[in-house]
């Protein structure tokens, strides 16, 4: 089962990594999607993640599925890790609050319950690490998306130029 899991898994990953390089789309705005996408996939907010992030790509006109699959950063596996973290963060540079996390209240009204200064501490601390994150998807990103296309641009002409030789060659 283990097995199982580990290969389809890594089959899925594949799938939407395969998907995000092949978009028709400039190579900037299926990157500015994906960095927008793990900006607000950092952000405490798990129920709305998905929609804010398609707002936001609508708003500053990049790829929208780029900035959904963006938002899988953090999932229910292993959000309370990031939200931690994030929390931690946020206490390190604002040192307010009195309250500490605990796991199981992870979600967003158990959140805003909690205080507003722990949900703000959660909140600065996302947007410190989904600014840096965000910054290294983009540039990561934009380059893979240029040279997968710049790749299969160089087969389809080499394609072509093995087309026109042989039809050439028979005349």
Same mark, same amino acid.
């Given at each position: 089962?283990?097995?199982?899991? +580990?290969?389809?898994?890594? +089959? ?9 390089? =092949?978009?028709?789309?400039? !190579?900037?705005?299926? &990157? #500015? ?5 793990? *900006? ?6 798990? $129920? ?9 790509? *609508? ?6 599925? &780029? ?8 999932? $229910? ?10 929390? =931690?963060?946020? @206490?390190?540079?604002? !040192?307010?609050? @009195?309250?500490?996390?605990? !796991? ?9 319950? #909690? ?6 501490? #959660? #909140? ?26 710049? =790749? =299969?641009? @160089?087969?389809?002409?080499? @394609? ?5 030789? +042989?039809? +050439?060659?028979?005349?």
């Amino acid at each position: 089962m283990s097995i199982y899991i +580990r290969f389809g898994l890594r +089959r899925i990953l594949r799938f939407w990594y395969l998907k995000l390089l =092949r978009m028709r789309e400039s !190579p900037h705005s299926v &990157a #500015m999607g994906l960095s927008v996408g793990v *900006f607000v996939g950092c952000l405490p907010i798990i $129920p709305f993640q998905t929609v804010v992030a398609l707002g936001l790509a *609508f708003v500053i006109r990049c790829n929208k599925i &780029a900035a959904a699959a963006g938002t899988w950063i953090t999932n $229910p596996l292993y959000a309370p890790f990031v939200y931690y973290g994030l929390y =931690r963060i946020g @206490k390190m540079i604002i !040192p307010i609050g @009195k309250k500490e996390f605990e !796991p199981e209240d992870l979600t967003l009204m158990n959140i805003v319950a #909690m205080g507003w200064d722990f949900f703000l501490l #959660m #909140m600065f601390g996302g947007i410190i690490v989904g600014l840096i994150l965000s910054v290294i998807t983009y540039m990561i990103s934009v380059k893979a998306v240029k040279v997968y296309h710049d =790749r =299969r641009a @160089k087969k389809k002409s080499q @394609k072509k130029l093995q087309g026109l030789t +042989r039809s +050439r060659g028979r005349i």
